[in-house]
């Protein structure tokens, strides 16, 4: 009995060991998430969706505001639509991935209709209940830990060790999800983005404007507000899945803008004219243009930060006149 369980302690370490050279190395092939909880606490965020997980890049940002007081490093702590709704779970997840000490960070809040949408009865977010507690990032204490074994025991079923060999996507360590094999079929890709249309016209039909997600939404906004400069973002999507998620919510962009002003954050939307961006399935930007996109949003950014230097030096010239 005894040397069984030497032998069965020694087979354990031996698998433990293995797995985790290959996580170290390999992580971002084998899962979509593993690689954001196994890097330091972030100064700078950016948060939502699978939307924003492929859309938005970190090292564009990186060098974009390199030579200004925006702390880095810069995460993208976003994961997908089935994982993700604003309430206490994210905002929870949030607070222990954020290093407490920042002051200057950038926090990039994407938004859109159904990441503010009640999936289950009514009373269940009234009471507390979120559906999305037991999946990570929620149901992960430890976020920061390298190797993270709480994710292997937690969240073994999100591991896909075939994408190894495959290498078809890549979640890179600073958080963005590179898609590296997408077919040049447009038959095909037309007919991906007629799932996405069939998905979210499901969505449409069976979940509710959530008044809990959005409280909780201000109250993460004021949260963040309190470490650096926060922005909510309604990232581009083709014509049809707009009309989709306006036919759902229609006054959606002029509540995130109230939102915004109430909160003194900003509020970027490119679903207007003039900021158009093509997507592969209609939801999704590619990684090719997710550079000109992340560019474009800095820009938005960098003007809005301008803008509101502007106004609060106009304010303290006005403080400081002499009326003698």
């Not at 985790?20 to 939502?48: C, H, M, N, Q, W």
């Not at 890179?172 to 997408?182: A, Q």
């Not at 069976?206 to 008044?211: E, V």
């Not at 109230?258 to 970027?268: D, E, P, Q, R």
Request: proline share 4%.
């Amino acid at each position: 009995m005894k040397q069984f369980l030497i032998k069965s302690l020694v087979f354990f370490s031996i698998v433990v060991a293995i797995l985790s050279l290959v996580l170290v190395r390999y992580g971002g092939y084998v899962d979509y998430f593993y690689e954001k909880f196994t890097s330091p606490r972030a100064s700078s965020l950016i948060l939502g969706d699978s939307r924003s997980l492929q859309g938005i890049q970190p090292e564009v940002i990186k060098q974009y505001f390199n030579n200004t007081e925006v702390e880095r490093p810069i995460l993208n702590y976003s994961f997908t639509l089935k994982q993700i709704a604003y309430g206490r779970p994210y905002t929870e997840s949030i607070k222990r991935k954020l290093d407490s000490t920042t002051k200057n960070g950038l926090f990039i809040i994407s938004v859109h209709p159904f990441t503010l949408s009640n999936r289950t009865a009514q009373h269940e977010e009234e009471e507390g209940v979120f559906f999305e507690a037991n999946m990570p990032p929620h149901n992960m204490r430890y976020v920061n830990n390298s190797p993270n074994y709480e994710y292997l025991f937690k969240n073994w079923d999100y591991f896909h060790f075939r994408g190894i060999i495959r290498k078809s996507s890549k979640t890179h360590k600073d958080g963005w999800l590179e898609e590296t094999n997408l077919p040049d079929d447009k038959k095909l890709l037309q007919q991906w983005k007629q799932n996405q249309v069939s998905l979210y016209g499901g969505f449409s039909e069976k979940w509710k404007k959530s008044p809990v997600r959005m409280a909780h939404l201000e109250e993460l906004c004021n949260y963040l507000n309190k470490h650096g400069e926060v922005f909510m973002l309604r990232m581009p999507i083709d014509d049809d899945l707009l009309q989709i998620e306006n036919a759902y919510w229609e006054n959606f962009d002029k509540d995130m803008d109230k939102l915004s002003k109430k909160l003194h954050v900003g509020y970027i939307n490119f679903n207007t004219s003039e900021n158009r961006f093509q997507t592969y399935d209609g939801i999704h930007i590619d990684k090719f243009a997710g550079v000109p996109f992340t560019e474009n949003l800095c820009d938005s950014i960098s003007s809005m930060l301008k803008a509101r230097k502007y106004v609060l030096e106009d304010s303290k010239k006005d403080l400081d006149l002499d009326y003698e």
